[in-house]
């Protein structure tokens, strides 16, 4: 298991770095969200198209649970946020922002075919920065700075302590 | 896997002392670095925070700075009534011509077939309409010369959902003079073809009872001046039918318009595009390209003819009958109306000085007599300005309904979008300044919220272009054909004169009446104002 002892200084700057961009990328996404009350996801379920649009279409013509996903959304993004900035439950929220943010890329993926009536950031085919962000969550996953450099430290400190007073017993 | 990770902590936790050690620091101090370490996400959401509170700061003071640049600030939206329900007398209404308008109609009145309401639970848009206010009405007689479409009217009719109002019986009348002798009905809604509009009027109003007149209001002059003098006689309560007003976005868009806004207006363009069969008026076929039922023992084509030159039964005529122009005036008709009431209703305009009108069948070419293609120039020399009229039935490329003025143009769809002009006198200082700018709308109006949001990005751009099918009301999506049967009905109940009254009826009914006779003639049509008549 790589640990972040194990990781040179480099190492270590970039991924925090990574972290705190990241983190507040989807964190202010979330924010804008919770200051716009009238943002609602369905604008961008009605783009849908590939494996997801048939989910998207039942969402939108679903007014309760088209509000259960806004609000999932919006408080989902600001928990995943402040986790990755604070390193606290880094793992689930790195894991499932990941999943998040790739949901997100699959229901409006760039792929040959699929046009979308919203404009696009950038020139985008099949790759797209929505999945470059998917992807780097998950390897923010699989290389943690949370346990020195995140508010988990106190979680796993105190696991030690009580694994330090297993081994005395 | 657990465990493993508990390893490397101890290896760690012995790394870090033997560490200390090396630099001499006590364990006190390991732990107190380690605890900052812990904090490290502490300055990054400082500083989010800090600049996210910056941006609301700057926003807030934009848009503040922005509005009232505009006069904005000032505006005052007023509060709907809307939902607060009261007993009222139960107003009995008979409904002459059961098509597909008459059917939405009925929706807008509480009444709906129980095989539609199966639909729209499965689409779930039942829900909306069952929440619709309770206009307390009855439908207690339907005329149509087609049975399938009057059978169709009394089980819509008699599918009351609402118990207060059972006991009233349905009656089928086979002629509309049937129903205006009944005395059981207090009030009509006409929804025929429109070559029946205007006597059917005159005779209804004649008749006594509160008349609600689909547009487009008469199909010649006689007959509209003929509705004119009878309406405005009487105590009836008049409404031509044009939802369209009742979204509450023309109500801002009016309030903008009222503040001068967008500085003198010289030019307004409206468009109908559309670009399908059904568009296009023909409609005899189902949606598996069937045709649709009707044959002249089902059909009472005498009556259905009226005062139209005889023709022998014809199923293209009944369905599709906006083809000819002994039925119809097409285009202005069908789509303009809407069009001219929406701008009569904010900037009343009235009657034009002059109407030139030209185009052509240049798409759909079957048997029909009615153009696809038709531009319409409406003078107002005494309001300076200009209305004009583009329609097109081959090309659904989305053209708005703009107001143009000196200082700012307006698209008025089912949301407003203001862009600030370049050459502005009034916002001049705005624009030099770099508060305001030009390039693109800066402002929409939201019928969501009833407030004014500042156009921040370009998706929002873009959404600003869209809009609903219904308007909004106190966070309810409302139906506006309902809103204005309701109108309609509050004001024969307090004795008030509705939106699109008589008077704007008739002056929208002159406009159209011009612009179909400067088609015919191929010339440029004037109104002359002392003899009321069309020169």
Known sequence: MISENNYSKPQLIFLLVLRFAIGWHVLFEGISKVLNPQWTSANFLQESQGILSGLSGWIISNPNILAIIDFMNIWGLVAIGLGLIFGFLFKPAAIIGSFLVFIYYLSVPPMVGYEYTLPSDGSNLIVNRTLIEAVALFGLALFPTNKIFGLDYFIYSSNKRKFQNGKTR | MEKQDNNSEEKKINEESSLSDNTKKTPKDVSRRNVLKAFAGVPVAGLLGFELLRKIDYDKSKRQRIIQELGLDKMEFSIPDYGREQKQDIIRIGIIGFGRRAEQLSAGLGFMHPEEMRKRENNNTLKNWLEQENLHVVITGICDVFDQHAERGLTIANNNIRSETSSFPVRRYHTYQEMLADKDIDAVIISTPDHHHGHMGIDATKAGKH??????????????????????????????????????????????????????????????????????????????????????????????????????????????????????????????????????????????????????????????????????????????????????????????????????????????????????????????????????????????????????????????????????????????THLHLREWLSCIREKKTPSANIEVAYEEGVACLMAHRSYLERRQVFWDDENKKII
């Not at chain 2, 014809?314 to 069009?339: C, P, V």
């Open chain 2, 211 to 480: 008349v609600y007149l689909e547009k487009s209001v008469a199909h010649t002059e006689e007959e509209l001046n003929e509705l004119y003098r009878v309406v405005k006689e009487s105590h009836i309560t008049f409404q031509l039918g044009h939802q369209i007003t009742q979204s509450t976005v023309f109500k801002q868009a009016k309030e903008i318009i009222d503040k001068n806004v967008l500085g003198k207006i010289t030019l307004i363009e409206t468009t109908s595009n559309r670009n399908t069969a059904e568009g296009a008026w023909i409609r005899h076929l189902d949606n598996k390209g069937n045709p649709k039922p009707g044959d002249e023992k089902s059909i009472d084509w005498t009556q259905w003819l009226g005062n139209t030159p005889y023709v022998p039964f014809s199923i293209d005529r009944f369905y599709n009958w906006t083809k000819w122009f002994a039925y119809d005036t097409g285009m202005i008709g069908q789509l303009f109306t809407h069009e001219f009431d929406a701008v009569n209703q904010l900037v009343r305009i009235g009657i034009p000085k002059s109407v030139s009108s030209s185009g052509g069948i240049y798409y759909w070419k079957d048997n029909r007599e009615m153009p696809d293609s038709l531009h319409c120039v409406f003078e107002y020399p005494d309001k300076e300005l200009t209305l004009m009229y583009s329609g097109n039935l081959a090309s659904s490329r989305s053209r708005g309904r703009v107001f143009m003025g000196h200082d700012a143009s307006m698209e008025l769809g089912n949301n407003i979008k203001i862009t600030v002009d370049r050459n502005s006198t009034q916002y001049k200082k705005g624009i030099a300044s770099g508060l305001i700018e030009t390039g693109s709308p800066m402002l929409s109006f939201n019928p969501n919220a009833g407030q004014i949001d500042a156009v921040t990005s370009a998706s929002e751009k873009y959404y600003a272009d869209r809009g609903l099918t219904n308007t909004v009301i106190n966070g309810r999506q409302v139906d506006v």
